[in-house]
T-cell receptor, first 115, second 117 residues
Framework: NAGVTQTPKFQVLKTGQSMTLQCAQD?????MSWYRQDPGMGLRLIHY???????DQGEVPNGYNVSRSTTEDFPLRLLSAAPSQTSVYFC??????????????FGPGTRLTVL | AQKVTQAQTEISVVEKEDVTLDCVYE???????LFWYKQPPSGELVFLIR??????QNEISGRYSWNFQKSTSSFNFTITASQVVDSAVYFC??????????????FGQGTTLQVKP
């Protein structure tokens, strides 16, 4: 199993550009989520999905869109990048049984810089 | 509201010293889960341990041990005889079951541990 994969590893954008961060998992996990990591703030939840066709907002959803058309993929879209979105982005997945008991598996992260 | 506080931003120790990383959480729910993750310099997040709110037994895994105390809402992590390879950022996280039977992770700010040779 490849686990959780993310592409690209690094990205530099100009303000106003759009892009999609890709996330895929091959563990048949129903639950997938996106976090951003900023210095001194830990990881904060952006959006999450409990299954194909179902998404919801997390703590910091503004400026980001998601969709979940398949169990395996959960892309994160930045429609108009802003410098405040400079961060490291992590995708995670887990089983949904037992209401949050299961560990989340994290991807390697995407380091995004917005100029 | 749920919250996790890791008051120690950075800790520096010399190899073989014992070190404890503090974690204090807030939640009104009676069912919840606590986690510790390690983020080495390479950047990935590594799961270390999970504990549910009904199990206050301490746990030991090699040089690692965890002390869960509901009375003080703390879930502290101790590394015994630290090694240089323990240098990393350590995150404590809280998960509370919500609608859809999911558990969104709420992370603390992280503690950067530097172990010097």
């Amino acid at each position: 199993n490849a686990g959780v994969t993310q592409t690209p590893k690094f990205q530099v954008l100009k303000t106003g550009q759009s892009m999609t961060l890709q996330c895929a998992q091959d563990m048949n996990h129903e639950y997938m989520s996106w976090y951003r990591q900023d210095p001194g703030m830990g990881l904060r939840l952006i959006h999450y999905s409990v299954g194909a066709g179902i998404t919801d907002q997390g703590e910091v959803p503004n400026g980001y869109n998601v969709s979940r058309s398949t169990t395996e993929d959960f892309p994160l879209r930045l429609l108009s990048a802003a410098p405040s979105q400079t961060s490291v982005y992590f995708c995670a997945s887990s089983y949904t049984q037992s209401g949050g008991y299961n560990e989340q598996f994290f991807g390697p992260g995407t380091r995004l810089t917005v100029l | 509201a749920q919250k996790v506080t890791q008051a120690q931003t950075e800790i520096s120790v010399v190899e073989k010293e014992d070190v404890t990383l503090d974690c204090v959480y807030e939640t009104r729910d009676t069912t919840y889960y606590l986690f510790w993750y390690k983020q080495p310099p390479s950047g990935e997040l590594v799961f270390l341990i999970r504990r549910n709110s009904f199990d206050e037994q301490n746990e030991i895994s090699g040089r690692y041990s965890w002390n869960f105390q509901k009375s003080t809402s703390s879930f502290n992590f101790t590394i015994t005889a630290s090694q240089v390879v323990d240098s990393a950022v350590y995150f404590c996280a809280l998960s509370v079951p919500g609608s859809g039977n999911t558990g969104k992770l709420i992370f603390g700010q992280g503690t950067t541990l530097q172990v010097k040779p």
